[in-house]
């Protein structure tokens, strides 16, 4: 049961994307996060919000159509899990999908799994 809670949390995360609100509520204030386009570790809502807006003044053309999962591997011991994903964003252009490898570690509280480090990783 628990295996299924975190993919659904994954998912709902994406369906989430561009509601700022509905997608951090997924995520911990404290959260550690590494990205492939960041220099370093990262962590706290208001780090990811400082990434979050130098992405948005180097974006070039059009947003994805899609931003999946997809490949969801879930185990849950207790109250810790872990999700590894590819994370798959489609275009509507001519430009070839954007993938990433992701490990994101959750741990519930309140009866809700919330991300406490997420890992990106480009795939060229």
């Known amino acids: 049961m628990s295996a299924d809670q975190l993919t659904t949390t994954i998912t709902d995360l994406y369906r989430s994307l561009g509601d700022r609100q509905a997608f951090d509520a ?13 220099d370093g570790l990262l962590s ?31 185990d849950a011991w207790g109250d810790t899990g872990l999700v590894r994903y590819v994370l798959r964003a489609r275009f509507a252009d001519a430009r070839p999908d954007e993938c990433f490898r992701v490990t994101d570690v959750l741990r519930r509280g309140a009866g809700t799994w919330r991300i406490v480090h997420h890992h990106a990783e480009a795939v060229r």
């Open 26 to 38: 997924h995520l911990h204030p404290d959260l550690t996060f590494w990205e492939s386009d960041a």
């Open 44 to 74: 706290g809502l208001g780090a990811l919000d400082d990434l979050r807006d130098r992405r948005a003044t180097r974006a070039a053309g059009t947003p994805p159509l899609s931003v999946a999962p997809e490949h969801l591997h879930a």
